[in-house]
């Protein structure tokens, strides 16, 4: 069996230099320096399943996932959490209305998301705990935070009290005046602060609850992540990951809980918020008329396309979509399919011709080792993906001016494992599924059987049997391999 050409991967010149990400906490850019050696302990907030996914979450799993990527690529070993909040008020109401359970509401749009993930190619996660599989986790820390002093129980609710909490606003910069006097805080005569949220909330008729040392209710949901985090992760842990609209109250609140229950100061290293996405430059909303489900938007374009939208601009910047945005990143895979394509086909040229060595191959190995440092400064400067974008394409037009004269066979064979490594951490795979070269065994005998296939169809056109013929045109289609008929005689190719 030979080596796989995916194999060749991690053959990359690591240079030494430290990650530097921008911290929400301190608002600067600082060294990476995970809390244990190797090891990164990340939670990234994840959906409410109360409806479908709009292309807005979409931009924040892919931002992450692209983190997490870069990180693993960096050598990291990364424990990756991302959870489901399923049991909430627009839950219970979107429930109610349909006169469904919660339960089955969160199935279904839980499916939805594990549909979605795997189209944007997200690698699947440590774990993706839910809420509700936490109670009592969530009760034993209500307990916790009552028991410090820092939470009070009105009618069967528990307050966080705000007031006894000195560092509260230490993540959203927010004074509490400011806080105070804030039309985004509801009133509620129980509370003694208006700033105060709730941890657990008292039972109402028609919503799911669960048995609780204050009577029967359901948690807040600021300390089911508080929760989450913790018990996968243990306090404090690496990287909090959010959109940029989750850091008041979600992330503030959050940091109080799990400094009051744990007694630990700074309960997160780094809050990282990815930016919004707008529509045409106008923010995303359902009276607007623009609101865009990532289910429309995967099912009217190429899904390497909509991932490498995702990922054309700085997570941190907002990110405008619209038709023509799509449109180029469609055209900018196909020019990596392109030259992925070339690449292949010149190996699998070579490797029937054997092979010397020309200027073109030094050319092109120059540029791989362009394409690794330059990727990885880009991506080390908090994960600069259109700057790393920016050299995978300088070494796509290296590839399409040097790889014709090339004749060295390891240095293509360490452009495509090299390309294929870069856009991989990026989330992107040119290689296509089932195009992953499993060895020259393998594909020669795929080969046989096509033009086996074709043969058989050759002789059904000959015979007229155009149903026969088209079946096995059709068929073969399905599996991605496109047959055309030309003055030769059959050729096919594989769909990417
Ligand atoms: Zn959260």
Redesign the pocket.
Known sequence: MQTPFYALTGVSVRVVRMIRVYNTLTRSKEDFVPLEEGHVRMYV?GPTVYDYPHIGNARSFVVFDTIRRYLEYRGYRVTYIT?F?DVDDKMINRANEEGITVQELAARFIAEYYRIAEELNIKPATVNPRATEHIDDIIDMVERIIKNGRAYVVDGDVYFDVSEHPNYGVLSKISPDELSAGARVEVDEKKTDPRDFALWKAEKPGEPSWESPWGRGRPG??A??SVMGAYYLGLPFDIHG?GQD?IFP??EN?IAQSSAAYDIETPVKYWLHNGFLTIESDKMSKSLGNFRTAREVLDNFDHQAVRLFLVSGHYRQPLDYNTQALQQATQSVERLRNAVDTLRGKIAILEKRGSGRTEADDRLAEAIDKLVEGFQREMDDDFNTPGALAEIFSFVRAVNTYTKDAQKTAVLRRAYATLAEVLGVLGLDMTGSGRQPGGEESSQQIEGLITLLLEVREEARARKDWATADRIRHRLKEMGIVVSDTKDGPTWKLEL
């Open positions: 907030c959870n909040t949901w600021h089911e992540c959010g989750l979600h992330h959050e």
